[in-house]
């Protein structure tokens, strides 16, 4: 009589937010709640994207095992109970699972509790604790994250999305999935390798030297014995021991081949460090820029950007534009629910007084005293990015001058054109559009725009590498703060 043998389940949890050790608002149960939150079987639930996890073990006659999924939006330090609840539902659920073939965390990797540096690592560490060291056991991560030796100790496999923006989540999760499938059918022997590179930055991926660079990376996984090349950029805002920038290679079963190969993309990064080093105009030189320019302006107010963790509440950009007087312009969002919540009392088509934004703290600025006329209110505006709806909370839409301005009661970065559009606010007479983000917003804004100016404004993500405060990062000599770290290591030594 013949059988049929079944493969063991994958299991499946995410865990995800991004820490800003300088952003005055700490993260805690509500952020997760307001983010999103989901446990055993969400993805399945009406209404719901169901997720790669799950579409990649059903297409490979896997039963699927799904915990908590849950996302807060970057602030300040995770609050160590909140962590320690959210941790612990994803370990009793692997622990009632009884004996899987595989799992696959969704981890941001720079996350950080008040009582754990590295809050990823240690989700890793007992993960791989209770399944033992035979059960492959992997990650995605986004780029921004702190790349830690734990991690990649207890970790079959990492792999972290390439694209910034981030394109790219599918193809990653695709990536890992085959990666940890050919370890569990004995078909590999994923082994890992870390370059330091001695480097904090920020890079974009959609033009100059980093474009080059993706495409190098994805070049040399078509190198035999290479199963994966990933680039961890690193979260300048997060004060970590391990802060920084690494290359991790994962070869097939040769460690040298892994380190070595590691170590010659880290050394070609580096040699672009100076071409990497963001250069960004002044608020007032972007605004001159912007006036001598046709068509349609996008402008990036990159240092409050609520994707990194800041406020999202500074009025510095936004004062700066009715100031000018350059045309038409429409600006998202400001963080402010009281101040939504007077528009809703005063109702659309009411002018009022507004003090707006300002609210959260020194970093923040002053709060900007001024009269708007409310023209439209939405209960439950949102935006989508890259497929993903995002909630933006009661919102309002005022008029200041000839500026439309969004405010909401949620924080989050704006890098979809319906923060605009899905409130009433037409976009296609508009000379300039500013969204509180850094880098997102190009996915969606990108293709509309004539002209993009990433600007420097004021906020809590300061792009001066070499000035940041780090009371816990271990190595304090890197690239910008000295100017060749690599030579300044070996004269040390």
Known sequence: MMTTSVALPLFMASLM?????????????????????????GSLAEGATRHIFRQLGEAGGRPVIESLDTFAQPSGVTVQPVYEELRGMILEDLQSAGPVGMVMLGLHGAMIASDCDDCEGDVLARVREIVGPDVPVGAVLDPHCHLTEKMVANADAIVIMKEYPHTDWDERAEELYAILSAK??????????????????????????????????????????ILSVSLAHGFPWGDHPEAGT?????????????????????????????????????????????????????MADTA?????????????????????????????????????????????????????????????????????????????????????????????????????????????????????????????DKHVLAVKSSEHFRADFGPIADHVISVATPGAIQMNFAAI????????????????PMKHKEDKQ
Not at 469 to 484: E, G, I, M, N
Request: aromatic content about 6%.
């Open 17 to 41: 937010t991004e820490t800003n050790s300088f952003a005055p608002i700490p993260t805690g149960i509500a952020s997760f709640e307001e983010g999103g939150m989901t446990r055993r079987d």
């Open 184 to 225: 569990a059918e004995g078909r590999a022997k994923p082994v890992s390798a870390l370059f330091d590179c001695r480097m904090v930055g920020f890079y974009p991926t959609t033009f100059g030297a980093m474009q080059g660079f993706v495409q190098r990376m994805k070049d040399t996984e078509q190198e035999p014995g």
């Open 246 to 298: 690494r290359v991790l290679v994962i070869a097939d079963g040769d460690a040298r081949k892994a380190h070595d190969t590691a170590e010659r993309l880290g050394h070609e990064l580096y040699a672009l460090r100076d071409a990497l080093l963001p250069r960004m105009p002044s608020i007032a030189e972007a605004i001159d820029t912007a006036r001598a320019l046709s068509g349609l302006v996008v």
């Open 304 to 428: 409050d950007n609520c994707g990194g963790g800041a406020p999202g509440d500074t009025t510095h950009l936004l004062r700066a534009l009715i100031d000018a007087k350059i045309g038409p312009c429409a600006f998202a969002s400001v963080y402010d629910p009281g101040a939504v919540r007077i528009c809703e009392e005063a109702g659309a088509g009411a002018k009022v007084m507004l003090r707006l934004g300002g609210k959260l703290g020194v970093i923040s600025g002053d709060p900007f005293d001024v009269e708007v006329e409310v023209v439209a209110l939405k209960a439950d505006h949102y935006q989508s990015v890259i497929g993903l709806r995002t909630p933006l909370g009661p919102s309002a839409w005022v008029r200041i001058g000839d500026v439309d301005v969004v405010i909401a009661s949620f924080r989050t970065q704006i890098a979809g054109r319906d923060a605009f559009t899905g409130i009433g606010i037409g976009i296609e």
């Open 469 to 484: 405060p780090y009371k816990h990062k271990r190595d304090t000599s890197f690239y910008p703060r000295v100017a060749d």
